[in-house]
């Protein structure tokens, strides 16, 4: 029996198809246990994001300003750019409120500058505010905010390069991006092989791929079994 031979062909073939994602994996885990999450990734370390209560007589304030349509579905209190307010979902859509009841005015860039600074505590400082109708696209994969357009962006010029996504009508805080947090998501879309909206881990890609992989394990461990015995029965006709 020549099985040596065939279990290498096999090994070589399956290494040549899956040793780059094999890579990516492996440098992707250990990424993902040596970068810091809650501090760097998602920026907690320098960003504060902030949460408001309901006031206790937030029914009476509602009813006061008399909005036209359909009951609410829920009321929430959000800080936004332009102070606190409510956001009054319908069935229709989202409606803003100031928590004085009145219509909540669309963010300018002080107002947007004020408010990044007021969530920022770290040690960089503001270096721009962009108004933003699509977030470009980071190492060719990467999506800060997905498919959401009009936005503000306001960047700190601290060693993670933090920014700060608002939305540009309300001015709510969205989401706080740094550059781990690029990197991150970079090697997880890498990691579950979806390249799109990096959340689909069962796709048929990354299953073939897993095959191939364990099949790499599967006959580089016959090919050492078959070396250990070889070596054994010389050791054991060794006069």
Request: a positive charge; charged letters at 20%; glycine letters at 8%.
């Amino acid at each position: 029996m020549r099985l040596s031979p065939l279990f290498f062909r096999w090994h070589r073939w399956l290494a040549y198809a899956v040793a780059l994602q094999v890579l990516a994996w492996v440098l992707g885990g250990l990424l993902f246990a040596w970068l810091p999450f809650q501090g760097w990734v998602k920026g907690k370390d320098w960003v504060r994001a902030p949460h408001l209560a309901l006031p206790a007589d937030w029914a009476q304030g509602l009813a006061a300003a008399s909005l036209p349509g359909t009951a609410p579905l829920s009321v929430q209190s959000v800080a936004t750019a332009q102070g606190a307010a409510w956001r009054v979902r319908r069935g229709g859509g989202d409606q803003w409120l100031l928590a004085n009841g009145a219509p909540l005015p669309v963010p300018d860039a002080q107002a947007v500058q004020r408010f990044a600074l007021s969530l920022y505590h770290g040690p960089g400082q503001l270096a721009s505010v962009q108004r933003l109708a699509e977030v470009p696209r980071r190492l060719g994969l990467v999506r800060e905010l997905g498919s959401r357009q009009q936005v503000w962006r306001a960047s700190f010029d601290d060693a993670l390069k933090t920014r700060l996504y608002m939305d540009a009508t309300s001015g709510e805080l969205l989401a706080v991006r740094t550059e781990a947090w690029v990197l991150y998501d970079f090697f997880w879309r890498l990691h579950v092989m979806d390249y799109s909206e990096g959340e689909d881990f069962n796709n048929p890609l990354l299953r073939g791929f897993s095959i191939g992989a364990v099949a790499l394990v599967l006959t580089g461990s016959v090919l050492v079994t078959l070396a250990l015995a070889r070596a054994w029965r010389r050791r054991a006709h060794r006069p």
